[in-house]
């Protein structure tokens, strides 16, 4: 008798760790699996998050370059002056803003020093605006939805020619 106690205990025991092991891993699979707390990236159609300081409905299309003031890819900065001056021409329906999570001195002395004519926003949780890094543009329509977004840290030839379409 006392060895199939002995057995039962076991068994038992060993069925045990078993199932709580199965249900940690259901727990863990559902808690980064889905739910509210993931944050979702950008979508194209999907409504871009608003920017204090910055009316969509200004321009039939505002192009927003989130950057970082520490770049420093000469090429990178020659295509964004590329596209601030396409959109800057008479007639062009696209307005540019530069976006950027570093305060106002930098931003300021970033972009005098790459020659970007363009307007800036300072400070903008770029976290909230599901901008995963730097550089992104995003093209948003007057009514604040996306309608193309790129990310990288440098463009090949061809997106270069993509994005210039895009805003032209």
Same mark, same amino acid.
């Given at each position: 008798?006392?060895?199939? =106690?002995?057995?039962?205990?076991?068994?038992?025991?060993?069925?045990?760790?078993?199932?709580?092991?199965?249900?940690?891993?259901?727990?863990?699979?559902?808690?980064?699996?889905?739910?509210?707390?993931?944050?979702?990236?950008?979508?194209?159609?999907?409504?871009? $998050?608003?920017?204090?300081?910055?009316?969509?409905? /200004?321009?039939?299309? &505002?192009?927003?370059?989130?950057?970082?003031?520490?770049?420093?890819?000469?090429?990178?900065?020659?295509?964004?002056?590329?596209?601030?001056?396409?959109?800057?021409?008479?007639?062009?329906?696209?307005? &540019?803003?530069?976006?950027?999570?570093?305060? =106002?001195?930098?931003?300021?002395?970033?972009?005098?020093?790459?020659?970007?004519?363009?307007? &800036?926003?300072?400070?903008?949780?770029?976290? /909230? =605006? $599901?901008?995963?890094?730097?550089?992104?543009?995003?093209?948003?329509?007057?009514?604040? /939805?996306?309608?193309?977004?790129?990310?990288?840290?440098?463009?090949?030839?061809?997106?270069? &020619?993509?994005?210039?379409?895009?805003? $032209?």
């Amino acid at each position: 008798m006392h060895k199939n =106690l002995k057995a039962v205990v076991e068994i038992s025991s060993a069925a045990a760790v078993i199932v709580v092991a199965v249900l940690l891993c259901v727990s863990l699979l559902r808690l980064y699996s889905s739910g509210p707390h993931l944050r979702r990236g950008l979508e194209t159609g999907a409504h871009f $998050s608003e920017i204090s300081g910055l009316d969509y409905k /200004k321009s039939p299309k &505002t192009l927003v370059l989130a950057l970082n003031t520490q770049s420093s890819c000469g090429d990178c900065l020659e295509f964004y002056r590329q596209l601030i001056s396409i959109c800057d021409r008479p007639g062009s329906s696209v307005k &540019t803003v530069g976006i950027f999570d570093e305060p =106002l001195h930098d931003v300021h002395k970033f972009v005098m020093n790459a020659e970007l004519n363009i307007t &800036t926003i300072p400070s903008v949780n770029l976290d /909230k =605006l $599901s901008i995963p890094s730097t550089p992104a543009l995003v093209l948003i329509n007057d009514d604040g /939805k996306i309608i193309n977004f790129w990310l990288g840290s440098s463009f090949d030839d061809s997106e270069k &020619t993509q994005i210039a379409s895009a805003v $032209s």
